[in-house]
């Protein structure tokens, strides 16, 4: 007889709510993993995808959502060493966005089956619902690296005088983006709220701007041109900012320098604005499979564990649990609306 475990499904693409049900657990494939899900952290894409017809989803009923943390279960007949035994706490980044919500794939439910490319070893030192804010922080900054063209490899000296643009930087992809620029070399210039400016600036940002300003662009410009720092590069992790970032990378840009964007939300419904001197793409992997695979695999099965166990990177924002398990998700995805510096997580 077929095991069986509960999930949080979509029943049809953009219904609005999820539906807790009971589903059948698979079997891994030879390159799969199967977790016994422990902490489930939710994301603005879920978000989209719960209440968006066509966003990303094409299977009735669908499971979606990213970010677990939890126990190894057990590896496919393929699954290398790089990656944990069985019984082993890791952290997950499950595919649903590629996938379009097939149900194996997502994150809301009590065992989910990830590639093993996309698993990574939680060091001790971190809880496992500080294990959920990993995955789609980590994967998004490095999916915008790969659009800006900037290699894991890349480090600049304080004399390259090199900027980076982070809007948003409260956020769970904004505050993983601080911490991976500043680790590059880059001068980091950050938006946030007021409220968050202290606790940005311990993971890495060098100034700190209120976004609620209406002379932010021109604080930001004039703040690089003091520093004699180019921002040549630019990250946005937030929707509906798209004009102001534009316009800071056309002035703060290097002279003859084509500044390059990377953009959180894709051009719906058309493409982006265009502004002299300033590339603006949609942040994401490589497209091809096999290597988008060997991409998560160089993060997640090594990169990422080496660099919590270092200290150079550390779980951000804060957590916040919602209580109710599986039938609390709704309300996590509620209570996104609004919300800035801290990660709705529910354990399981």
Same mark, same amino acid.
């Given at each position: 007889?077929?095991?069986?475990? &509960? ?5 049809? =693409? ?15 494939? =030879? ?10 952290? @939710?994301?603005?894409? *879920? &978000? ?65 089956? @990830? ?14 619902? %500080?294990?959920?804010?990993? =995955? ?8 915008? #690296?790969?659009?800006? /063209? &900037? ?7 304080? %004399? *390259? ?5 982070? #809007? ?14 500043? &680790? ?23 100034? @700190? ?8 662009? /021109? ?9 004699? @720092? ?29 500044? $390059? ?14 502004? %002299? ?24 099965? $090594? #990169? ?10 550390? =779980? ?6 919602? /209580? ?6 709704? $309300? ?9 510096? %801290? ?6």
């Amino acid at each position: 007889m077929s095991s069986q475990h &509960l999930a949080a499904v979509l029943p049809t =693409p953009g219904c609005g709510k999820l539906e807790v049900v009971s589903r059948t657990t698979p079997s891994p494939g =030879p390159h799969d993993v199967l977790i016994e899900v422990k902490a489930i952290a @939710v994301n603005p894409i *879920d &978000l989209y995808q719960r209440g968006t017809a066509d966003f990303y989803v094409s299977h009735s009923p669908a499971v979606i959502g990213s970010d677990i943390a939890g126990i190894v279960v057990s590896r496919g007949s393929a699954v290398g060493d790089n990656v944990p035994q069985e019984g082993k706490r890791v952290f997950a980044f499950c595919p649903t966005f590629y996938t379009e919500g097939l149900p194996d794939s997502g994150a809301f439910q009590k065992i989910a089956m @990830v590639p093993s490319s996309n698993v990574g070893a939680l060091p001790s030192k971190f809880s496992l619902t %500080e294990g959920t804010l990993l =995955p789609m922080a980590i994967g998004t900054t490095f999916g915008a #690296w790969h659009t800006l /063209e &900037l290699y894991r490899d890349t480090m600049f000296a304080p %004399e *390259d005088k090199q900027g980076m643009l982070v #809007w948003g930087g409260a956020s769970s992809i904004g505050s993983a983006a601080v911490q991976m620029a500043k &680790l590059m070399g880059f001068t980091v210039y950050v938006t946030a709220s007021d409220k968050h400016h202290e606790y940005i600036k311990t993971l890495g940002a060098s100034k @700190v701007f209120d976004y609620h300003s209406a002379d932010v662009v /021109e604080h930001i410009v004039q703040a690089a041109k003091d520093d004699s @720092v180019a921002i040549n590069h630019g990250y946005i992790a937030v929707r509906g900012v798209l004009e102001q970032c534009q316009a800071i990378l056309k002035r703060a840009r290097a002279p003859n320098t084509l500044a $390059k964007l990377a953009n959180c939300s894709p051009p719906r419904p058309g493409p982006y604005p265009t502004v %002299e001197g300033v590339e603006t793409r949609f942040m994401h992997p490589p497209e091809e499979p096999d290597n988008r695979e060997k991409f998560f695999a160089s993060i997640f099965n $090594k #990169w990422l564990p080496e660099k919590l166990e270092s200290g150079e990177i550390v =779980p951000s924002p804060k957590v916040t649990i919602v /209580e109710g398990g599986l039938e609390g998700l709704n $309300k996590a995805l509620d209570m996104l609306t609004g919300a800035s510096g %801290e990660k709705f997580v529910v354990e399981v």
